[in-house]
């Protein structure tokens, strides 16, 4: 499975195509697919240039990946949908401050 990553965090969008290798996406014993959040744990593994080399920067924090037609944004730990809105928000900050803003900052 090929799923498209917008490499917002250090890239400028510039898109990462990552491959899930197809005998890692088994189904369970009741042949429902994969949750989108383990397949997104995928993404992020394969996303990795030690895995997958590419002339471009691994997925991190503040990369976007598209999984049917729902926007996923890494996280600190683990991915969150974005609405569309969320999306355009997130595309119009600084290229430094996108991954700080995947941060939640609580204070004392």
């Not at 965090?9 to 290798?21: L, Q, W």
């Not at 042949?31 to 992020?44: H, I, Y």
């Not at 729902?70 to 809105?85: I, K, L, Q, T, Y």
Request: some cysteine.
């Amino acid at each position: 499975m090929k799923i498209q990553v917008f490499m917002w965090a250090f890239e400028n969008g510039k898109v990462r195509v990552v491959t899930v290798p197809a005998n890692i996406l088994a189904t369970d014993e009741d042949g429902a697919a994969l949750p989108v959040e383990q397949l997104l744990e995928l993404v992020f593994k394969y996303g990795q240039n030690d895995f997958q080399p590419q002339q471009i920067c691994s997925v991190s924090i503040g990369d976007v990946a598209l999984v049917g037609n729902e926007f996923w944004c890494c996280d600190p730990v683990g991915w969150n949908r974005m609405s569309v809105a969320e999306y355009g928000a997130h595309v119009a900050l600084a290229e430094r401050d996108r991954t700080m803003s995947r941060y939640k900052m609580t204070t004392v």
